[in-house]
């Protein structure tokens, strides 16, 4: 059985957002043993998605289509393939229900329009949003299977698992549920991730597994087949074990769309303890990044963004002298700022980066060049001098999230 792909948005061709839900179905299909030979988009044009409608008709039996069920004009996914195999669209009552207790929350009134963001293919399924407003829709023929997703990751996503992949494991007659686990893990790159797992990725059967890299972290997702989910987990659990013992040092936790700030975030709320930063090369990457966070006020109070010399005297009261010896690129500089930002305002924790974001080296050190101190109440203040690679954006990030790295693994010895 083959599969095709038909992402359908302007905006893709246009290079404005990367098809980043194509590779999450290509995987899919792999796991479950599905060919696929083509993948296409194409842009918001009725005309153009009927041609590409009837291509994929003549090479594959399954076909997805994703993107273009919102409610604006150019979405059109759905009534252009309703009208392609020349059936109506229904409404499915739940999501016209969502729709409108979701305007009543926000005390706006509802465009008529939006209800079409509940409309599937009559005499198929309509395929529920979990995330998002608009329903997806699985409609069957006696040659072809249609799967009509939304183009938000965020709702494409779940959908895909939670509707699309049991219906196609029944097509494909697998009696077996597939599950997955990631574990995340970061400062350390896939190449030597892929070194000490050689011998698990080589001898791999089921489940399998895989390293995948991510927004600076590396992944490793562990995949079972089995009869049932409690099954799967069974499978996993062993080979997820020895992952972990084998790169332990660089273990942040687990779950696909998860991240180290929000694991950050979450240990501080469990263990009741708050946390501030003082921030010079980074110019205020950990505070964002934690404060883009929901609950963050739980636990950040403020902090500062030091970038001059004197305002980090001024500001946080560390002597003109001891930068002017040791320098402001250096670990008793780190050091103060992360000692003096836990004081002013008691916190538990507490951070502070200074280094060399780049372009120019500074003060005789080289570009990339990172002192991260971590002060903790009643605690010695730890320094940690890091050497980053790339760009000065890059360096920005790598040294904020290195900081809630430190903090990760403070917190764990709790």
């Known amino acids: 059985m083959k599969a095709e792909i038909i992402a359908v948005g302007t905006e893709i061709l246009l290079g404005e957002i990367v098809n980043s839900n194509a590779q999450v179905v290509a995987q899919l299909l792999a796991r479950l043993g599905i060919t696929a030979q083509y993948q296409t988009v194409v842009g918001d044009n009725p005309q153009r998605l009927t041609q590409v409608i009837s291509a994929a008709e003549r090479r594959s039996q399954i076909i997805f289509l994703i993107g273009g069920l919102g409610p604006t004009p150019d979405d059109l996914t759905k009534q252009t393939l309703a009208t392609h195999l020349q059936v109506t669209l229904a409404q499915d009552p739940a999501a016209v229900a969502k729709l409108v207790a979701w305007h009543q929350q926000k005390q706006q009134p509802m465009p008529a329009n939006n209800l079409a963001q509940a409309d599937y293919l009559a005499g198929g ?15 069957a023929t006696d040659e072809h299977f249609y799967f009509i997703l939304p183009g938000p990751p965020r709702e494409f996503k779940p959908m895909l698992m939670e509707q699309v992949q049991p219906r196609l494991s029944r097509l494909v007659g697998h009696q077996q549920v597939f599950v997955s686990e990631m574990a995340r893990f970061f400062g350390i790159g896939e190449s030597l991730m892929a070194e000490k797992l050689q011998d698990l990725i080589a001898d791999q059967t089921n489940p399998t597994l895989a390293t995948y890299l991510k927004h600076y972290e590396v992944g490793v997702r562990i995949t079972a087949a089995a009869p049932t989910a409690s099954a799967g987990t069974a499978l996993i659990a062993p080979l997820l074990a020895t992952v972990r013992q084998r790169l332990a040092p660089y273990y942040v936790g687990l779950g696909e769309d998860r991240t180290l700030p929000q694991e950050v975030l979450d240990l501080l709320r469990q263990q009741g303890a708050t946390v501030t930063a003082a921030e010079s090369l980074t110019g205020g990457a950990f505070q964002k990044m934690l404060t883009d966070l929901a609950g963050a006020s739980e636990v950040f109070p403020g902090g500062w963004v030091t970038y001059a010399n004197q305002v980090k ?24 700022m992360a000692e003096r930002a836990r004081q002013i305002l008691d916190t538990d924790f507490a951070l502070g980066f200074t280094g060399v974001a780049g372009p120019d080296e500074l003060e005789g050190q080289a570009v990339g060049t990172t002192f991260i101190g971590l002060a903790q109440r009643h605690q010695p203040t730890q320094v940690v001098e890091f050497h980053f690679a790339g760009v000065r954006n890059e360096i920005r990030q790598r040294a904020a999230l290195s900081g809630f790295k430190l903090l990760y693994d403070r917190l764990q010895e709790h």
């Open 313 to 336: 005297a001024h500001l946080l009261g560390i002597a003109p002298t001891l930068i002017a010896e040791a320098g402001v690129v250096s670990a008793p500089v780190a050091q103060a």
């Open 125 to 139: 399924e309509a395929l529920t949003n979990s995330i998002g407003l608009a329903v997806g829709s699985y409609y």
